[in-house]
Nanobody, 125 residues
Framework: QVRLVESGGGLVQAGGSLRLSCAAF????????MAWFRQAPEKEREFVAA?????????ADSVKGRFTISRDNANAKSTVYLQMNSLKPEDTAVYYC?????????????????WGQGTQVTVSS
């Protein structure tokens, strides 16, 4: 079982940037695909971005060109990042890091076996 801990959320003005981090504890996840999801109030959790074990990436259309997912597998400790630029008020949500059950990119919540506790991102207009 892997435990994921997100950090880096906060309040930012529209047009600004934030960088989210996700650290894994309990096992290495360098061989797993990872992803970020988000959930706004009264909305379903939605896919944001994913990265596979080779660092190939995939993005939701709503964030493509603005967000960048990356991973650092150095020293057997893995961290996944989400760089968010040109933020919009509609990006406001709790952002969750998730570890999939395999190597390759998936985007459905049921394909992910481990989740972080979430970090709040609020974008003011």
């Amino acid at each position: 079982q892997v435990r994921l801990v997100e950090s880096g959320g906060g309040l930012v003005q529209a047009g600004g940037s934030l960088r989210l981090s996700c650290a894994a504890f309990g096992r290495t996840f360098s061989d797993l695909a990872m992803a970020w999801f988000r959930q706004a109030p009264e909305k379903e959790r939605e896919f944001v971005a994913a990265i596979d074990w080779t660092s190939d990436t995939y993005y939701a259309d709503s964030v493509k060109g603005r967000f960048t997912i990356s991973r650092d597998n150095a020293n057997a400790k893995s961290t996944v990042y989400l760089q968010m630029n040109s933020l919009k008020p509609e990006d406001t949500a709790v952002y969750y890091c998730a570890a999939s059950r395999g190597k390759y990119i998936v985007t459905l919540t049921q394909d992910f076996g481990s989740w972080g506790q979430g970090t709040q991102v609020t974008v003011s207009s």
